[in-house]
């Protein structure tokens, strides 16, 4: 059996994006023994994540002031279980971790939202930050041909990083409609930072050309995508590529608070003033109280890790930038609200669960998440659900049923290196 | 940039550039990553540890996340699952 | 209110509901089916599905072998998703005491028509690679099945459908007896005959039935093909006092149609929510990786939890109900609902209907639980 390594801290934080980051650094900025737990080979989150040899350079910062700050950085290690209050179980390349805390701030971000429609199965058919996570990891991609689709600000991110390391970008479709962008648009206009970014990509995707109410209709290819059917303004049209990128726009990493018993609405966590969730001495920060980008979880992150830090007035000041920013994660959800039109996008023998392969028409003759699970084996291959659940969500109006252990899968053995000392009585037997 | 390494994928040595997932070395190979349920081919979705289709047969191991690990020097690499 | 008089109303939509509501349906009782949840959501839901004869007594093996060859009747019919697999039973034997026992078992099947075969180590290592090595041997009983019963149950209901019988999902019973159904929002049923099928909350509806909630987990991998081929079960019982009140583990582990490997189980009485049990999973899951320690790298996805619904002599309640003759019971089938669900099924149609039962129903009577048992 694989050894355990065991640690404890005064506080615990699970994600080592730019929530994370704050919080872990402000937390260990008061004093506190802090560690940072991350799945990924490095820190970064999705938005930092190192490119292959170099920190990505808005994060160096970040880097320096957490390493000044002395906080434990444990990566590669998945936070797959809590077998009682106040410790978590994760699973490392090296064997399991079990971590003790006194205060614990998930930072656990966001993933992409995926629509299912005819090919979106086929090889190169990836999520938008699927891609540019790939290419981050060291994908070349120059010269390749990549139609960027879905929703969401992701979308030009996505597009211009891959321009910059030579894709071609022959379109971005964008699902929202060009009504519902220009309210974006102003609300951009009244934070200073936006604006600044804004302008840099608009130079950056210059020339590109830029669908609103544009989907992919069907993705096609022998071995690998080959050409995708877009609908733009109401007429199909064929391009030919080497990958689609296409998300829509991102849901919430709640799965961990669900299990810890936090409190959610609508799958999202609900924190108090200083981040706090329903569960005492948890907090939360970042993309799962709201998806609102990266300076809103950067200063959730720094409010979370002072309070957790027992610093909760320094965290005082800075309600007032969380509200302005909260107000800009409203606009986003608004404007990239998902039209109706794409739940006809999957024809009755498109895959919806690509895990247990399942079809569109097997899942339509149910009535809830649960029956569907039961009968098709719907959500029940080991993406749990995370891919396939916001899309029935979405499809069918269903929402899923409890969470339970362990929330991402892993080794056997990893489930039994826990033993609570209370428990050891005799082993008896019987049949199951 | 790092020292490219050198991994096999499907039996065919495959030069990575050095700090690259094992994800990258499939796609680069030209391989998928996993034969679905239904035997469909498939290859990384999300990138980011989340969907499984990455899953793949590393040092013998199988459903490992191609995309969460790093390609080490002389690792073997398996798709036909 | 005509449109809601039925013959037979069933209460609880899980195997033994379903497979009684197919049964009486196929009799051309006009049939109704509630359920509050979804079909196959309680136990059916959480079960190992394995169809299994049994001999811990006389009667235990009667209905389990009686219940295993109308499973195997069906077997041509079962649609695709019920994951049919005749992949058989292994009793897995540590040691000389144990191999004792796989004689005796061996004995006591062949005289009642029980095909077995006792494995030698040798063998046993052949046929299950993955054992621990040093096994004294075992006794493959290649007619035991297994199923996915949740598709087993909708199977059943759609067959009940299909001869005419209505299910109405979604609505809690809060009320059954002298012939009214009470759903929670005032709705009311009129029947002839009321079947409680609500497996461990039967007695939530007739609070004089003794049956208790035996909380069960169980764990799954992603999918291994080949790993295991048959149902692997210890006799390790042997060994631990009969009780039927401490809680305890046992290595038992099923081959999936899928490639999976479902691993169980666990009996605790006393627990009334279904959250995982840290301790007692770890003990189940420890005892596993003692009988196949190449368990301990595989990918596994979930762990879950199941009631059975249990009584004190591990009989089922098939029957009419003391006091209410119209009021039939179908529950109490603990960790054998799944196997028993159609033997239950055609019991209990006897009894309504005045047919001859191919095996003597008393054991199974609700009758025969002791007065201080049954209003304890
Ligand atoms: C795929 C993707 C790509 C994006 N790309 C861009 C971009 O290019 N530009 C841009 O402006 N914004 C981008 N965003 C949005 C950006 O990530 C957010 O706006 C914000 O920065 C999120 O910060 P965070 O700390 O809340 O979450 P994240 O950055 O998502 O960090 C959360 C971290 O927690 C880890 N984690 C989650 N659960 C566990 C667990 N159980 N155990 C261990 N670790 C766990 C995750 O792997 C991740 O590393 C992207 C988002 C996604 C989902
Ligand atoms: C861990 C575990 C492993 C098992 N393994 C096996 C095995 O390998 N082989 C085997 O044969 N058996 C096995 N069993 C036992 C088997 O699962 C049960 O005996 C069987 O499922 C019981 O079926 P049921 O229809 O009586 O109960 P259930 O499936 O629980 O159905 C009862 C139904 O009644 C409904 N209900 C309850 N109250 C009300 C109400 N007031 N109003 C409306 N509806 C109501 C519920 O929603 C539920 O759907 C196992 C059980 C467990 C827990
Ligand atoms: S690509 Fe989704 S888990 Fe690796």
């Not at chain 3, 809680?247 to 995982?276: C, M, W």
């Not at chain 3, 006091?323 to 239950?344: K, M, N, Q, V, Y």
Request: glycine share 10%; charged share 20%.
């Amino acid at each position: 059996m694989s050894n355990i390594t065991r640690d404890q801290f005064d506080v615990l934080v699970v994600g080592g994006g730019p929530a994370g980051l704050a919080a872990a650094t402000c937390a260990a900025e008061c004093g506190r023994h802090v560690g940072v737990v991350d799945d990924n080979p490095a820190l970064g989150g999705q938005i930092w994540r190192g490119e292959v040899g170099k920190a990505a350079s808005e994060a160096v910062d970040w880097y320096a002031r957490l390493r000044a700050a002395g906080a434990n950085v444990l990566c590669g290690a998945r936070v797959f279980h809590q077998p009682e209050p106040e410790v978590l179980l994760a699973e490392a390349p090296d064997g399991p971790l079990e971590l003790k805390y006194k205060k614990l701030i998930l930072a656990t971000g966001a993933r992409e939202r995926f629509l299912p429609f005819p090919g979106w199965t086929l090889p190169n058919v990836m999520g938008a930050g699927g891609l540019q996570a790939l290419v981050k990891s060291g994908l070349p991609i120059a010269g390749k041909r990549v139609v960027v689709a879905g929703s969401g600000p992701l979308l030009l991110a996505v597009a211009a990083y891959l321009r910059q390391h030579g894709a071609e970008i022959p379109i971005i479709c964008e699902q929202a409609s060009w009504g519902s962008l220009v309210g974006f648009s102003l609300a951009l206009l009244r934070q200073p930072q936006k604006v600044r970014q804004g302008f840099a990509l608009r130079k950056q995707l210059a020339g590109i050309s830029f669908a609103a109410s544009s989907w992919p209709v069907s993705a096609r290819g022998e071995r690998a995508v080959e050409e995708v059917v877009i609908s733009q303004s109401g007429k199909n049209k064929t391009v030919p590529c080497d990958y689609l990128a296409c998300g829509f726009h991102l849901v919430p990493n709640s799965e961990l608070a669900a299990l810890l018993g936090c409190r959610l609405r609508d799958d999202l966590v609900q924190v108090d003033d200083y981040q706090q969730t329903s569960v005492a001495g948890i907090f939360c920060a970042g993309e799962p109280t709201g998806i609102g980008g990266l300076e809103l979880s950067l200063v959730e992150g720094r409010i979370a890790g002072l309070a957790a830090g027992g610093s909760a007035p320094a965290a005082k000041p800075l309600f007032a930038e969380r509200e302005k920013l909260r107000k800009f994660a409203r606009v986003l959800d608004r404007t990239f609200s998902l039209r109706a039109e794409l739940r006809g996008l999957p024809l009755p023998e498109t895959i919806v669960c690509r895990c247990e392969d399942v079809t569109c028409s097997r899942l339509a003759q149910h009535t809830s998440w649960r029956a569907a699970k039961l009968q098709t084996r719907c959500g029940m291959g080991p993406c749990q659900a995370r891919v396939c659940g916001p899309a029935t969500g979405f499809l069918f109006g269903w929402a899923q049923d409890s969470i339970r252990p362990p929330i991402f899968p892993t080794r056997f053995e990893n489930l039994i290196t826990f033993s609570p000392e209370a428990e050891r009585s005799e082993i008896t037997g019987g049949r199951g | 940039m790092p020292e490219p390494i050198t991994v096999t994928v499907n039996g065919t040595s495959l030069a990575v550039p050095g700090g690259a997932t094992v994800a990258v070395a499939i796609v680069l190979a030209g391989a998928a990553c996993r034969k679905s349920v239904t035997g469909e081919t498939r290859g990384p979705l999300c990138g980011m540890g989340i969907c499984y289709e990455c899953r793949a047969v590393i040092n013998g191991q199988l459903h490992c996340r191609s995309c969460q690990i790093i390609c080490q020097p002389g690792m073997e690499v398996r798709t036909d699952e | 209110m005509s449109g809601l008089t039925y013959d037979v109303v069933v209460v609880g939509a899980g195997i033994v509901g379903a497979a009684c509501a197919e049964e009486c349906a196929r009799q051309g009782l006009r049939v109704a089916i509630i359920d509050r949840d979804v079909i196959g959501g309680g136990a059916t839901a959480a079960g190992m599905g394995h169809i299994v004869v049994m001999d811990d007594s006389e009667a235990q093996f009667a209905l389990t072998r009686y219940s295993q060859q109308l499973w195997q009747q069906l077997r041509q019919e079962l649609p695709a998703d019920v994951e049919y697999e005749p992949c058989g039973t292994i009793w897995v034997a540590t040691d000389e005491e144990e191999m004792a026992e796989v004689r005796r078992k061996q004995n006591y099947y062949a005289q009642r028509g029980v095909p077995t075969e006792v494995l030698d180590p040798q063998t046993l290592e052949r046929l299950e690679p993955n054992l621990r090595k040093g096994m004294a041997g075992g006794l493959l009983v290649p007619e035991d099945v297994v199923l996915y019963p949740p598709c087993a149950a909708r199977f059943l209901i759609e067959r009940a459908q299909g001869a005419g019988a209505k299910l109405h999902l979604g609505s809690s019973v809060s009320q059954i007896g002298n012939g009214l159904v009470r759903l929670a929002d005032g709705t009311e049923f009129s029947a002839a005959a009321i079947i409680n099928a609500a497996g461990a909350w039967a007695s939530a509806l007739n609070p004089g039935v003794n049956v208790k909630k035996r909380k069960g987990h169980l764990a799954i991998t992603d999918r291994y093909p080949g790993f295991i081929r048959h149902q692997l079960v210890e006799l390790g019982y042997l060994k631990s006092a009969h009780s039927t009140s401490a809680d305890s583990v046992a290595f038992n582990v099923q081959p999936r149609k899928t490639g999976q490997i479902l691993v169980g189980s666990s009996r605790q009485y006393g627990a009334e929510h279904g959250e995982v049990d840290t301790g007692v999973l770890t003990r189940m899951l420890q005892r596993a990786q003692e009988y196949m320690p190449r368990l301990a790298e595989l990918s596994t996805i979930r762990v879950w939890t199941g009631f059975r619904a249990a009584t004190p002599d591990k009989l089922p309640l098939i029957g009419p109900c003391l006091g209410d003759p119209a009021l039939f019971l179908a529950t109490g089938h603990e960790g054998l609902g799944i196997t028993t669900s159609l033997a239950t099924a055609r019991l209990l149609v006897d009894q309504i209907a005045g047919r001859n039962p191919a095996i003597p129903i008393e054991p199974y009577l609700p009758s025969r639980v002791p007065a201080e048992h049954a209003y304890a």
